[in-house]
Structure formats: structure tokens, C-alpha cells
């Protein structure tokens, strides 16, 4: 999570700004992912704009994270950010080939706020077998991603590198949930912005037609986080933007960035 790492170096006086610009206009209802029931934001038509939504900490206090997210029971995350679209691909298989690609992750951009200008998500990320592994695995096959498996992955970028765990929570033939967390800090010199599984993601890719696709993906900041990190959600509507468009085969630095500021 570079971008929301750099906006130390904004200053703490800037921080404010960038946050109020953020202000969803679905924060009324509370976050619903397909593991509950009919998603909220909603998956919209194939070829349409995403659907992104995002909640504050101010906002999460009045509900509790869906329990079939296991994000910290019983905790209020302190910020939710979630994108909904529509896919088109001829198979589950796929998708999940494109998503276990970790040695193409380099290729994706994203929208860097404070630059203003497209930035590399990674520059490097892999498999390994655990936080203290220095070595990558080869990419993940789509018969790897199998019910209750987990995998650990590494990525590298600006500030350093941090591990992950990857866990396949449900798989079929026409559906697959997946969910990461940290398991290392995050930090920016002497500042720790995420303690480990601070940082949480569920994704959810669904059928809904013959290649049709519902792609659901939010991230989760929870306890253990610095205020920094929940100060603005556009960090993580663009690397969720970024990562959608990958999944969908849209060349992610094509389009205008969903949060400009």
C-alpha cells in the first residue's frame, strides 16, 4: 500500500484535504458482499463502470463487518472500500490464472494521488513459503486454487517488502472466495501504517451467465493501523480500480483514474 505510505510525506496539515474529498455517496447502507447475500455496491452490466463505495471509521461504528468475512470478529474495521463489476471470460480457470500471476503483478499501474501520475503497484511480488522465505514459488495454477488451501506471497515496492497469507475460503465449479492479510508490519522508516492483519482483502468472482463474471473485491483497514491510513480511501480506490481492470484485460493505465485527488 505505497500510495497511503507516501502520504506521510505530505505533511500532517494536508491530510485533512485529501480525506474530504473521498465522501462516498453509498456510505447510507452498510457493506454487503456476496458471501451474505445480494451485493452492495451492486455488480452493474458487463462493459459498465465499476461500482465503488467506501466507509469511514465514523461510519462503520453503527454496523459490524459481515461475519462470513472473518475480518476480527466482534472489531469495527476503520475503513471499508469496496468495488463491484461484471467480467467477461470464457472460464472460472481463467481468472483465477490471471490472479494467481504474481510475476505479472509489475505490470499493473495504478493512480498515485500524491504524484499525480500512473505508479507501478508493485515492483516485484511471488509465492514463498512463509514471512522469512527469500525465494518465489512459480505463479499459482487455477487447480491449486482449491477449498481451505493457503499460500504465502510476497510483494515488493517502494517501501520495502511485506508478506502475505492467501487463503482459498470457498471454491466450486462456478464461484471462488479468496481472502489475504498481511502477516508483517507495513512501515515507512520508523512509522509502522499497518500492524500485521491490519490489512485484510476478500475477493469473490461469481457466474452469472454463460461468460459472464460477477467480480466483487474490497479491502479491509482494521485495529493495528496508523491514522494515517484511514485518513483517505482513494489509496484504495485505485488500487482496487487497478487491480479490476487488470482482472478484466483493460490495460490499467488507460483510463481516467477513479480518485483523481
Given amino acids: 500500500m505505497t500510495e497511503v505510505i507516501r502520504t506521510l510525506l505530505l505533511l500532517l496539515a494536508l491530510v485533512p484535504s485529501v480525506a474530504a474529498a473521498q465522501q462516498s455517496a453509498q456510505q447510507a447502507f452498510a457493506l454487503s458482499p456476496p458471501c451474505q447475500g445480494p451485493p452492495r455496491p451492486g455488480y452493474g452490466e458487463i462493459g459498465g463502470a465499476p461500482a465503488i463505495a467506501t466507509w469511514s471509521e465514523a461510519d462503520s461504528r453503527a454496523w459490524q463487518a459481515a461475519p462470513c468475512l472473518q475480518w476480527n470478529a466482534g472489531a469495527h474495521p476503520r475503513m471499508v472500500t469496496a468495488l463491484a463489476a ?23 499501474r495504478y ?18 513459503d512463509g514471512p522469512a522465505a527469500n525465494y518465489s514459488h512459480p505463479d499459482l495454477t487455477p487447480d ?21 497469507r492467501l487463503t482459498v475460503r470457498r471454491r466450486t465449479a462456478d464461484s471462488v472466495e479468496l481472502a489475504t492479510e498481511n502477516l508483517t508490519p507495513v512501515r515507512f522508516g520508523i512509522f ?43 489509496p484504495y480506490i485505485n488500487r482496487l480500480t487497478a487491480f479490476y481492470r487488470y482482472m478484466a484485460g483493460i490495460p490499467t493505465d488507460s483510463l481516467p483514474p477513479a480518485a483523481p485527488h
Fill in 144 to 164: 491449486q486454487f482449491a477449498t481451505g488451501r493457503e499460500f504465502y506471497y510476497y510483494e515488493i515496492d517502494h517501501v520495502g517488502r511485506t508478506v502475505h
Fill in 111 to 128: 493512480w498515485s494521488t500524491l504524484r499525480q501520475a500512473w505508479d507501478e503497484l508493485v515492483s516485484h511480488a511471488g509465492f514463498t
Fill in 86 to 108: 461484471s467480467l467477461h471470460a470464457t472460464s472460472l480457470d481463467d481468472l483465477l490464472a490471471r490472479y494467481g500471476a504474481l510475476s505479472r503483478y509489475n505490470t499493473i
Fill in 192 to 234: 509502522t501504517i499497518f500492524e500485521p492483519h491490519a490489512l485484510r482483502t476478500a475477493t469473490f468472482i461469481d457466474r452469472r451467465g454463460p461468460n459472464d463474471w460477477g467480480y466483487y473485491q474490497t479491502i479491509g483497514v482494521g485495529e493495528g493501523s496508523d491514522f494515517i491510513a484511514v485518513r483517505s480511501a482513494s
